[in-house]
């Protein structure tokens, strides 16, 4: 199958940071519209560092790029270059992620993060006729009591958010910690969503669903080392939001004809493919369905998988009915 028939199959992103579609062209371009150095010499200076040992590493990274991102305008832009390119791949339907925690530490308010990307997705939506939202994401390595008061400050615009995540550093910090944060947002109506299992246990998938009450677990692929939890996962037809080329790039795995996407897809999880953070990763959307194709994947698996990220979307359901 050629990438250009995997970019036409419809399908929706749900486990895109929105931080992690930073470009360095525009990381430059808005460090010099701000006034913020970075402690990268040059475009290439920054893309020779995109060499990772681990989550951690790659984290370091991501954390200091998002020090040039100041304004909502600089959100709307960042948000509407990500949009273009989903676009052109064939993503119809987009969850951002995004990291607010960061951001307030670097003096932006909440409000500037979410309107500029609001205006992001709202110009996408009449350009491009796409549909999506935000996913406002904790940082699991903070205290739980920051996670708190940062759903608080949105508790009164909670109707513009999706939902609500959980990301970052994960072995030693578990689902459990955050059990209050996720109550009150399940309180706001926020749906809710967590990353498990990227580089932590199985425990933590299980514990993310039975402590969180997640619908979808973010990652999630090391529940394939518990049969059990596997079988229950395809019963009970919680979505994985799958990302392999991310897998690989963090060492997740040792490569991809080692990931576990078809030991999961074939005990009939249903798994979605997704890009996390693409201009760290090397590849939008498109690129993660062709290196899986490339693994041995047939086109109606592939198309499975596509329909699969519309299913387990948060988009209404006549929205829904329209993609699939
Ligand atoms: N895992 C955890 N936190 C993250 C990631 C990820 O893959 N990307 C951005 N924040
Ligand atoms: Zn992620």
Do not use: W
């Not at 979505?239 to 030991?263: E, G, I, M, Q, Y």
Request: aromatic fraction near 8%.
């Amino acid at each position: 199958m050629t990438v250009e028939a995997l970019r036409s199959l419809p399908k929706a992103e749900l486990h895109l940071h929105i931080e992690g579609t930073l470009e360095p062209e525009l990381a430059f371009e808005l460090a010099q519209r701000n006034g913020v150095t970075l402690p990268f010499a040059s475009v290439e200076d920054l893309r020779l560092r995109y060499d990772f040992d681990d989550l951690q590493s790659f984290l370091d990274l991501y954390y200091a790029c998002m020090a040039v991102l100041r304004t909502a305008d600089d959100f709307r832009d960042l948000a509407l270059a990500y949009l273009e390119r989903a676009h052109a791949d064939g993503v119809r339907h987009a969850e951002l992620f995004f990291d607010p925690q960061v951001h307030a530490g670097n003096g932006v308010s909440v409000d500037a993060v979410m309107d500029g990307l609001l205006e992001g997705l709202r110009i996408a939506g009449e350009r491009f006729g796409m549909t999506g939202g935000l996913i406002l994401c904790f940082l699991r390595d903070l205290p739980a009591a920051s996670a708190m008061e940062t759903l608080e400050s949105v508790a009164g615009r909670a109707g513009d958010l999706l939902g609500v995540g959980l990301d970052s550093a994960e072995v030693g910090h578990p689902p459990v910690l955050f059990a209050d944060v996720f109550a009150r947002a399940a309180e706001l109506g926020l749906r809710l969503v967590a990353h498990a299992g990227e580089e932590g246990p199985a425990a933590y998938v299980r514990e993310a669903l039975d402590t969180l009450h997640v619908e979808r677990i973010d990652h999630g692929i090391r529940a394939a080392e518990d049969d059990a939890l596997v079988a229950e996962l395809a019963r009970r037809r919680v979505p994985l939001t799958v990302c392999p080329l991310s897998n690989v790039r963090l060492k997740a795995v040792p490569d991809l004809a080692a990931h576990p996407l078809r030991r999961l897809f074939d005990a009939g999880v249903v798994v979605t493919l997704n890009s996390d953070d693409p201009a760290y990763f090397g590849g939008y959307v498109a690129a993660n369905f062709a290196a899986v194709a490339g693994e041995g994947f047939t086109v109606d698996e592939l198309a499975t998988m596509a329909r699969n990220s519309i299913v387990a979307s948060f988009a209404p359901d006549g929205r829904k009915a329209e993609l699939l």
